[in-house]
Structure formats: C-alpha cells, structure tokens
C-alpha cells in the first residue's frame, strides 16, 4: 500500500484545515487507516483513525477533528477545526490490516505516507 498525505499548510489558531490520504491498494475498504503526527521535539503521537465501520480518536483530537473515508476514491481525510497553535505537527497518515484495538499503537501500523506539515498561529 503507497500513502500519499496532503492537506498541510500554515493557520491561523482557530480556523481549520482538511489532510487528505490517498492510498493506491485494490483492497484499500479493507485496512484501517490512521493519522499520526509529530511535533518539533517530540515522538510521534495518535491523531485518529478509521476502521472499516469505526472512527478513534485521541482525546486531543475529540470534538475538533473528524476522521472520514471514501471507499470508492481511496482516501481517508481528516478535517481539523478549531486548530490551536499545539496543533502544529507533521503529520503521517498510516494503513494496516489490525485489530482496532491496536488502532493507537504506533508499531502496529506497516504503511506509512510521507508526512505534511501543519503550522498553527497563535
């Protein structure tokens, strides 16, 4: 599976901001694909994902962002509102066949995108 995220861009805090995952895989309904992101100084962290019929979320992400999949386009977006200046990452979108329980385990996911970068005024 090849991942190809885009979206990113700079913001003022407050407003928002949609990435886009485009995956090339003829079973592409059949993984689980997941955002990611890293900031400046730090490890990579859990955005959000989405199953086959289920969306997660971290607890910084509740309420602000929502995760979405189009099955027949190959791409899963992430629409972020609300966007506060610790929003600022590098984000990745990630896919893998996995159980959802494992859906906010860094290691669990095998493809990976290359990542866009989100900068968020303050």
């Known amino acids: 599976v090849q991942l190809q995220a885009s979206g990113g861009g700079l913001v003022q805090a407050g407003n928002s901001l949609r990435l886009s995952c485009a995956a090339s895989?003829?079973?592409?309904?059949?993984?689980?694909v997941g955002w990611f992101r890293q900031a400046p100084g730090k490890g990579r962290e859990f955005v959000a994902a989405v199953s086959a019929g289920s969306t997660f979320y971290a607890d910084s992400a509740k309420g602000r962002f929502i995760i979405s999949r189009d099955n027949a386009a190959s791409t899963v977006n992430l629409q972020m509102n609300s966007l506060k200046a610790e929003d600022t990452a590098v984000y990745y979108c990630?896919?893998?066949?996995?159980?959802?329980?494992?859906?906010?385990?860094?290691?669990?996911?095998?493809?990976w995108g290359q990542g866009t970068l989100v900068t968020v005024s303050s």
């Open positions: 895989s003829h079973s592409f309904r059949s993984y689980s």
């Open positions: 990630a896919a893998q066949l996995l159980r959802t329980s494992l859906v906010m385990v860094e290691s669990a996911w095998g493809y």
